[in-house]
Protein backbone atom coordinates (compact mmCIF):
# COMPACT_ATOMS: atom_id res chain seq x y z
CA UNK A 1 0.00 0.00 0.00
CA UNK A 2 1.46 3.53 -1.39
CA UNK A 3 -0.98 5.88 0.11
CA UNK A 4 0.72 8.99 -0.96
CA UNK A 5 1.88 7.63 -4.34
CA UNK A 6 -0.39 8.32 -7.36
CA UNK A 7 -0.96 5.61 -9.40
CA UNK A 8 -2.16 6.17 -13.12
CA UNK A 9 -3.35 3.02 -13.38
CA UNK A 10 -5.60 3.41 -10.53
CA UNK A 11 -8.82 4.59 -12.56
CA UNK A 12 -8.51 1.61 -14.96
CA UNK A 13 -8.39 -1.06 -12.20
CA UNK A 14 -11.27 0.48 -10.38
CA UNK A 15 -13.10 0.64 -13.44
CA UNK A 16 -12.71 -3.59 -14.38
CA UNK A 17 -13.56 -4.18 -11.06
CA UNK A 18 -16.65 -2.65 -10.69
CA UNK A 19 -17.32 -3.94 -14.81
CA UNK A 20 -16.32 -7.10 -12.57
CA UNK A 21 -19.59 -6.60 -10.33
CA UNK A 22 -21.82 -5.71 -12.80
CA UNK A 23 -20.78 -9.44 -15.00
CA UNK A 24 -21.46 -10.87 -11.46
CA UNK A 25 -24.98 -9.99 -11.68
CA UNK A 26 -25.02 -10.81 -15.68
CA UNK A 27 -27.60 -14.05 -17.04
CA UNK A 28 -24.49 -14.79 -18.51
CA UNK A 29 -22.57 -15.06 -15.45
CA UNK A 30 -24.84 -16.99 -13.66
CA UNK A 31 -25.31 -19.90 -16.72
CA UNK A 32 -22.01 -20.37 -15.96
CA UNK A 33 -21.88 -20.98 -12.50
CA UNK A 34 -25.23 -23.16 -13.36
CA UNK A 35 -23.18 -25.40 -14.62
CA UNK A 36 -21.70 -26.10 -11.50
CA UNK A 37 -17.64 -26.88 -12.25
CA UNK A 38 -14.87 -25.27 -11.47
CA UNK A 39 -12.89 -23.64 -14.63
CA UNK A 40 -9.40 -25.06 -13.60
CA UNK A 41 -9.64 -28.29 -11.29
CA UNK A 42 -13.21 -29.05 -13.12
CA UNK A 43 -14.51 -30.55 -9.88
CA UNK A 44 -17.83 -30.37 -9.42
CA UNK A 45 -18.88 -26.95 -7.19
CA UNK A 46 -21.86 -25.92 -6.11
CA UNK A 47 -22.78 -22.09 -7.97
CA UNK A 48 -23.16 -20.72 -4.59
CA UNK A 49 -19.24 -21.85 -3.94
CA UNK A 50 -18.36 -20.61 -7.20
CA UNK A 51 -16.16 -17.14 -7.71
CA UNK A 52 -15.32 -15.13 -10.31
CA UNK A 53 -11.83 -15.12 -11.37
CA UNK A 54 -9.68 -13.08 -13.66
CA UNK A 55 -7.76 -15.29 -15.78
CA UNK A 56 -5.09 -12.39 -16.63
CA UNK A 57 -5.49 -10.32 -12.85
CA UNK A 58 -7.15 -7.20 -13.03
CA UNK A 59 -3.77 -6.22 -11.27
CA UNK A 60 -1.74 -7.18 -14.14
CA UNK A 61 -3.66 -5.41 -16.62
CA UNK A 62 -6.61 -8.14 -17.37
CA UNK A 63 -10.01 -6.82 -18.05
CA UNK A 64 -13.16 -7.66 -16.89
CA UNK A 65 -14.32 -9.57 -19.87
CA UNK A 66 -16.19 -12.57 -20.40
CA UNK A 67 -13.11 -13.78 -22.37
CA UNK A 68 -10.73 -13.22 -19.12
CA UNK A 69 -13.41 -14.56 -16.73
CA UNK A 70 -13.99 -17.75 -15.11
CA UNK A 71 -15.63 -19.34 -12.31
CA UNK A 72 -13.09 -21.03 -9.70
CA UNK A 73 -14.06 -22.73 -6.46
CA UNK A 74 -12.43 -21.65 -3.41
CA UNK A 75 -9.62 -23.75 -3.24
CA UNK A 76 -8.27 -22.90 -6.89
CA UNK A 77 -9.53 -19.33 -5.91
CA UNK A 78 -7.36 -19.25 -2.66
CA UNK A 79 -4.59 -21.19 -4.71
CA UNK A 80 -4.19 -18.24 -6.98
CA UNK A 81 -4.04 -15.80 -4.41
CA UNK A 82 -1.44 -17.30 -2.69
CA UNK A 83 0.90 -18.53 -5.81
CA UNK A 84 2.94 -16.66 -7.26
CA UNK A 85 2.45 -16.64 -11.11
CA UNK A 86 5.11 -19.55 -11.84
CA UNK A 87 3.91 -21.23 -9.07
CA UNK A 88 0.31 -21.36 -10.19
CA UNK A 89 1.34 -22.27 -14.03
CA UNK A 90 3.02 -25.48 -11.88
CA UNK A 91 -0.17 -26.14 -10.56
CA UNK A 92 -2.25 -26.04 -13.46
CA UNK A 93 0.02 -27.95 -15.34
CA UNK A 94 -0.61 -30.80 -12.36
CA UNK A 95 -3.88 -30.63 -12.69
CA UNK A 96 -3.69 -31.38 -17.00
CA UNK A 97 -1.63 -34.19 -15.69
CA UNK A 98 -3.16 -35.73 -13.39
CA UNK A 99 -6.40 -38.28 -14.63
ZN1 LIG B 1 -10.94 -25.59 -8.73
Not at 20 to 34: F, Y
Not at 88 to 94: I, K, T
Request: charged share 35%.
Amino acid sequence: MKPYAYDPDDRGLKRERQKARELRQSQWWKRRCAKGRCHYCGRRTPAAELTMDHVVPVARGGKSTKGNVVPACKSCNTRKKQLLPMEWDDYLRSLQSSP
